[in-house]
């Protein structure tokens, strides 16, 4: 099962039109791991109207309380033991990245 936080998804759940949009995602798991793409995937579903430019995620630092809280949790999340490695990110590589696919995106439009 995937897990999402409230907000985001109450902000994609209240995009409406066919407007262009590019989604940008954090998050403890690696950025190639299955976690990471179907949470895109989840997120893409979302906005199933809007013409989607272009995705990237990549690690970002998990709060301690909530990664102790996944650590003891049965059945432990697949992305806990990645989240450790997502300590320090996004960093300027990550950010590089990112821009590189905005611009991407843009240029194909």
């Known amino acids: 099962m995937h897990e999402t936080q409230d907000l985001p998804v109450q902000c994609l759940k209240g995009f409406n039109g066919s407007q262009p949009l590019f989604l940008f995602a954090t998050h403890g798991a690696a950025a190639d791991s299955d976690h990471?793409?179907?949470g895109l995937e989840h997120a893409t579903n979302l906005v199933s109207s809007a013409v989607i430019l272009g995705t990237y995620s990549c690690q970002g630092k998990i709060k301690t309380?909530?990664?102790a809280k996944a650590?003891?949790?049965e059945p432990r999340p697949l992305?806990?033991?990645d989240a450790d490695r997502a300590i320090g990110h996004?960093?300027?590589e990550d950010i590089k990245r990112l821009k590189e696919a905005?611009?991407?995106a843009v240029?194909?439009?």
Do not use: Q, S
Request: no cysteine.
């Open 36 to 38: 990471a793409r179907i």
């Open 65 to 67: 309380e909530f990664l």
């Open 71 to 73: 650590k003891n949790r």
């Open 79 to 81: 992305w806990v033991d």
């Open 90 to 92: 996004p960093d300027a």
């Open 102 to 104: 905005v611009m991407k």
């Open 107 to 109: 240029r194909n439009l």
